[in-house]
């Protein structure tokens, strides 16, 4: 899917109104250094493509090494129809509950024994693989509207930043914690938001946040299981830095081509 089929002016305003921040520019940037560490991508044009040269947004399987933990694994920023073996914990629920408001399929009735039954998984992936027209119009304009509601991703991250004082984050401050968010969990021990809430009280400054936060990821990032190797979680994390120290605080895709090109291993 190209791009601007992706963050279009429905769903630049679902993110906008979530964040002040409507520009396509600073948004498919923040996407890129997504695609980057999720799909090894460095091309603007290929942010929204997957490893299999899919749309990410209908992204479909159950992965060998976790479905029975996690069911189906699908979407933009690797929505599961379970978490934990508990298919009520799921975060694609939320996706499936606004997709079906929106007078869009109801696909959740498919999710509740994804990780159980390898059938049900595969049905429910061909549902997904399958939308077309309006109803993949809706399902994509879903995952966006998902990450913005309680819970969220983009959500928690705002209010993250409320926490600490800071009300109109950058692009760069943003997308530094919904990064981490989605490879660490926004709670728990290593969640990113908890602990921006935790490195950022009493600090103010947004630089000296994410300059004190990059540091507490890249140690957390590089030595841990949620990157595939130390020097994967060490690259991820340095690409916000680099942004960071060069004072790139509303990030573009030139910004990004600057700091993206180290080597997936």
Same mark, same amino acid.
């Not at 799921?90 to 869009?104: A, M, T, Y």
């Not at 399929?105 to 999710?111: E, I, N, V």
């Given at each position: 899917?190209? /791009?601007?089929?992706?963050?279009?002016?429905?769903?630049?305003?679902?993110?906008? %109104?979530?964040?002040?921040?409507? +520009?396509?520019?600073?948004?498919?940037?923040?996407?890129?250094?997504?695609?980057?560490?999720?799909? %090894?991508?460095?091309?603007?044009?290929?942010?929204?493509?997957?490893?299999?040269?899919? $749309?990410?947004?209908?992204?479909?399987?159950?992965?060998?090494?976790?479905?029975?933990?996690?069911?189906?694994?699908?979407?933009?920023?690797?929505?599961?129809?379970?978490?934990?073996?508990?298919? =009520?914990?799921?975060?694609?629920?939320?996706?499936?509950?606004?997709?079906?408001?929106?007078?869009?399929?109801?696909?959740?009735?498919?999710?509740?024994?994804?990780?159980?039954?390898?059938?049900?998984?595969?049905?429910?992936?061909?549902?997904?693989?399958?939308?077309?027209?309006?109803?993949? %119009?809706?399902?994509?304009?879903?995952?966006?509207?998902?990450?913005?509601?309680?819970?969220?991703?983009?959500?928690?991250?705002?209010?993250?930043?409320?926490?600490?004082?800071?009300?109109? /984050?950058?692009?760069?401050?943003?997308?530094?914690?919904?990064?981490? $968010?989605?490879?660490?969990?926004?709670?728990?021990?290593?969640?990113?938001?908890?602990?921006?809430?935790?490195?950022? =009280?009493?600090?103010?400054?947004?630089? +000296?946040?994410?300059?004190?936060?990059?540091?507490?990821?890249?140690?957390?990032?590089?030595?841990?299981?949620?990157?595939?190797?130390?020097?994967?979680?060490?690259?991820?994390? %340095?690409?916000?830095?680099?942004?960071?120290?060069?004072?790139?605080?509303?990030?573009?895709?030139?910004?990004?081509?600057?700091?993206?090109?180290?080597?997936?291993?």
């Amino acid at each position: 899917m190209k /791009p601007e089929a992706a963050l279009n002016e429905k769903t630049l305003k679902i993110l906008g %109104d979530a964040t002040g921040i409507y +520009d396509y520019e600073q948004w498919l940037a923040c996407w890129l250094l997504v695609s980057k560490s999720e799909h %090894d991508n460095e091309d603007p044009a290929k942010t929204f493509i997957g490893h299999g040269g899919e $749309s990410v947004f209908q992204y479909a399987d159950f992965l060998p090494y976790d479905w029975k933990e996690r069911g189906v694994t699908t979407g933009l920023v690797g929505f599961t129809t379970s978490n934990c073996g508990k298919s =009520e914990w799921g975060d694609l629920q939320p996706v499936l509950n606004i997709l079906k408001e929106s007078g869009g399929p109801d696909l959740g009735k498919y999710t509740k024994n994804c990780h159980k039954d390898k059938d049900d998984a595969k049905k429910l992936c061909k549902k997904i693989h399958g939308l077309s027209g309006k109803d993949l %119009d809706l399902f994509i304009e879903a995952q966006f509207k998902a990450l913005v509601v309680k819970g969220g991703y983009i959500h928690e991250t705002m209010h993250g930043f409320k926490k600490i004082g800071i009300e109109k /984050p950058s692009m760069l401050a943003i997308a530094t914690v919904f990064d981490a $968010s989605l490879n660490q969990g926004h709670d728990g021990k290593d969640g990113g938001v908890k602990n921006l809430i935790k490195l950022g =009280e009493g600090v103010g400054n947004e630089n +000296d946040v994410l300059k004190k936060y990059n540091a507490w990821r890249r140690d957390v990032a590089g030595g841990s299981n949620y990157n595939s190797c130390k020097h994967n979680g060490h690259s991820r994390s %340095d690409m916000f830095e680099d942004l960071r120290k060069d004072g790139k605080f509303d990030i573009t895709c030139a910004d990004v081509c600057k700091v993206n090109s180290w080597k997936m291993k």
